[in-house]
């Protein structure tokens, strides 16, 4: 009989088209919109340098800037009071305007002021373009190295190439979009309740553990199909190189059990649908923000690095993480596969001692 | 296939009470229903017609009594639940599944499996007139195939009785003839139906038994013809010319003094005496002598509408 729930459900699956929009569909197309976003040469932070000393110094300056990765420069024609009025504005983000007498300040030893204008959405880049201009700066005021011999190197630790964007892009956006399967657990199990069809089938020699293990497994293996067609479409599309077979896989599986299970907890523990949609938004989109599916988790500010110890999606994406960059940590990912079916294990359970009340509660 | 005791009723409820927190679904309900029979359980919206099938079923559980299905106690009984199919009033079926796809989830539900599966499913998509169509998609039907697909999933594991719940909700007049067509068939067959409506044409065209709902007791019990007999064989219409100074109550109990009821129905006034002839005879006296050509005087076809009112002092409401 469960295999009957699990063929049905399976059907459903397929034939209700909407699913395979929101679980391969929009995932794809976020990894191919971030993929690009971030790996197109020219991207950057664009700095607009006002010259108003024309001197060998300030040129010196400016192209020492220009050689630095990660900016876009150009020389801004206009006046400063002009440049000003467009960085005011908006038009403009950043603007670097070198005082007249930038040269002749340094060669008397004189304090000089390099000013850093900036515009109403320029808020994450200005501490990064003052550091470096800062530094800059004071390599410039040093007669004892000449400012044309500064240079940036930007090198991978560890020795080996950079690695691609896609090792962050495609286990992100795949450990986020496998968690909106709890969605279609959630519109499934009300379906069936409010449609009367849970009741119809509690008339039948059914029991209730095999049909709630007939709904949870077919989403199991949806979401094993998930991981499986999105990390195939970042090896063939995005480069993404895999690491170990063996491990992915279980993995993933651990990752389709934990999401599964919850989207079985929470759809058990919601008071209506619409409950239980926001729960599931929340989680979903809250957790991938936390637990750096979005970005490298040492971007986020250290309490939430912490708090994402709670996540399941930080311990799938360790995990992830660990095998595509190859580093050699198998711990990570063997901490990752046992935290993400612990999980599972206790989400059941609650869904479990739940369901009695979910179907009486029409 | 599911045993039956000998000599057990099909249903027998003893004392059944069901209630949902302070609200009384159900109050010391008694129901008997012999095996084989026609039995229409009707009542207005919120009577508890649906609530006593679904203690029949087993999806709920009563807060007082007993109910037992063939001598089997209901509940949550396998035996039971192979016994009984179940037609809930709403459509419940996957609508994104074909017909076949959603009798054959049904059929397995009562362990049936291949060839005796295959077999079953050709056969009751022939009873419901669907073969054609079983391969399409349920949200494709029209509303009367989905009801005839509503009610084939309930017979697949053919059971020895069958709660129907307002089964032609919504359909039209041709589908409903159709599906009427059906439950004779099953009857004949030998299955025990159990028909809830709201519709007292439906339950008279249909059933042998009666049994009236309302608020949630169980007011009366009983074949329908002794119904009709006992509670609407004796009444007469009739309706007087237009006289704003007559008042028609009080002139229908001067014309005969042994006039037992007498209730305002339409243009005209529902009169019951024990012997309606005599009361017609007496009202066309009286009128008569009044020099006064009444408009109708007729007897009255004994209906289940009369007997609702006789018992309950409403119509039946549809809310």
Known sequence: ?362 | MAAESAGAMAIAGLELTKRFGHTTALEKVRLQVAPGDFFGLLGPNGAGKSTLMKLVTGILEPTGGSIEVFGHKAGRNDEVRRLVGYVPQDVALYESLTAMHNLQFFGEMYSLRGRTLRKRLEEVLEFVGLTEKADEAVKTYSGGMKRRLNVAAAILHRPKLLLLDEPTVGVDPHSRNRLFEMFRRLRQEGTTIVYSSHYMEEVEELCDSVGIIDHGRLIEQDRLADLLARYAGNQVYVELPPDAARDEGRWLAQSYPGLLSAHQAGAGWLAEAGDRLELMQALLKAASEEKMDLRRLELVKPSLESVFLKLTGETLRDE
Request: net charge positive; proline share 5%.
């Open chain 1, 1 to 362: 009989m469960i295999l009957a729930v699990w063929l049905k459900e399976l059907r459903k699956l397929v034939r209700e088209r909407g699913n395979f929009v929101y679980l391969l569909v929009m995932p794809m197309a976020f990894m191919i919109l971030f993929y690009f976003l971030f790996n197109q040469s020219g991207t950057g932070i664009k700095l607009n340098i006002v010259d108003a000393d024309h001197s060998a110094l300030s040129q010196q300056f400016i192209g020492a800037v220009k050689k630095i990765p990660g900016f876009q420069v150009s020389e801004a024609t206009d006046g400063i009071s002009q440049v000003r009025q467009e960085v005011a504005q908006g038009k403009l983000n950043l603007a670097v305007i070198i005082p007249q007498g930038f040269a002749a300040g340094l060669a008397q030893r004189q304090p000089v002021n390099i000013t850093l204008a900036t515009g109403p959405n320029a808020a994450q880049s200005t501490g990064p373009v003052s550091s470096v201009l800062e530094r800059l700066g004071q390599r410039f005021a040093d007669p004892n190295r000449p400012p044309d011999l500064v240079q940036v190197k930007v090198e991978q630790a560890g020795g080996g190439p950079a690695p691609s964007i896609a090792s962050q892009i495609v286990p992100g956006y795949t450990v986020m979009f496998v968690f909106y399967i709890m969605i279609t657990i959630l519109r499934s199990m009300f379906k069936e309740r409010d449609g009367g069809i849970l009741e119809r089938v509690k008339t039948t020699p059914l029991k209730a553990y095999q049909y709630m293990l007939g709904m949870w497994l077919p989403q199991v293996l949806a979401a094993m199909v998930q991981i499986f067609v999105l990390f195939a479409f970042g090896h063939w599309l995005l480069k993404l190189e895999l690491g170990n077979y063996g491990l992915l896989f279980l993995l993933s599986l651990a990752l389709a059990l934990c999401a599964t299970a919850l989207g079985m907890m929470l759809t058990m523990l919601a008071k209506g649908e619409n409950q239980g949609m926001a729960m599931m938004q929340f989680f979903t989109l809250g957790g991938a923000a936390m637990a750096g599916l979005w970005m490298p988790l040492d971007m986020l500010p250290a309490t939430m690095q912490k708090i994402a110890h709670i996540l399941p999606q930080y311990w799938a994406m360790q995990g992830y993480q660990a095998l595509l960059l190859n580093t050699g940590d198998r711990q990570v990912v063997w901490t990752g596969i046992g935290m993400l079916t612990a999980i599972a294990l206790v989400a059941v359970g609650i869904a479990a001692t739940r369901f009695k009340q979910f179907a009486r509660a029409e």
